[in-house]
């Protein structure tokens, strides 16, 4: 097999040491044990053997399940979508995507209570890889609370409650 490529499949700047196998369709799989373990905790597919990699599945805990899947929608090798099943019940619970392809994920949605209904919205509005804008819906009543760093400085200052019940605020 002639076909090589480089992987950092944590993120560190560092290019991992990893295991290229054939797909049989004329692609690749990139294999990379994370963590030391024997285990394969990252798969990432080279569909066409151009040497970048189209997609890729993690096994972020290291449980031997891969519960996220990332895309390159444009063809750059950069992974800039992502979906997860973080709690293994077969339901995404989280969906993200990194529109300016720094590695953080600009806008992510999380069904964090892992009932089937997105309950949290991050954005990184000034995409500076910090979230600055955070909405909640924990009660699932349709009325968004959002917490927002309004000027950047990286401190949260202003809430927005969609329920004004909610506002511990408000004159009882």
């Known amino acids: 097999m002639s076909y090589d490529t480089t992987v950092d499949a944590d993120g560190d700047g560092t290019w991992d040491d990893h295991t290229i196998e054939s ?3 004329g692609g690749y799989n990139i294999l990379v044990d994370q963590n030391g373990d024997g285990q394969t905790d ?3 597919h080279d569909h066409d053997g ?3 990699i189209e997609s890729a599945e993690y096994d972020n805990d290291f449980d031997g399940k891969f519960e996220t899947h990332t895309g390159d929608t444009n063809g750059n090798g950069w992974q800039d979508r992502e979906v997860a099943d973080r709690n293994h019940d077969g339901n995404t619970d989280l969906a993200g995507v990194d529109t300016n ?3 953080t994920f ?3 949605v999380a069904d964090n209570n892992y009932n089937g209904r997105a309950d949290t919205v991050y954005d990184d509005r000034n995409l500076d890889e910090k979230y600055d804008s ?3 819906d924990s009660d699932e009543d349709g009325q968004w609370n959002t917490t927002t760093d309004a000027n950047y400085d990286g401190n949260f200052d202003t809430v927005h409650y969609g329920d004004a019940s909610q506002n511990p ?4």
């Open 106 to 108: 600009d806008h992510v």
């Open 134 to 136: 955070v909405k909640t």
């Open 169 to 172: 605020y408000n004159a009882v």
């Open 23 to 25: 797909d049989g369709s």
């Open 101 to 103: 392809e720094d590695g």
């Open 42 to 44: 990252f798969v990432g």
């Open 50 to 52: 151009d040497g970048l």
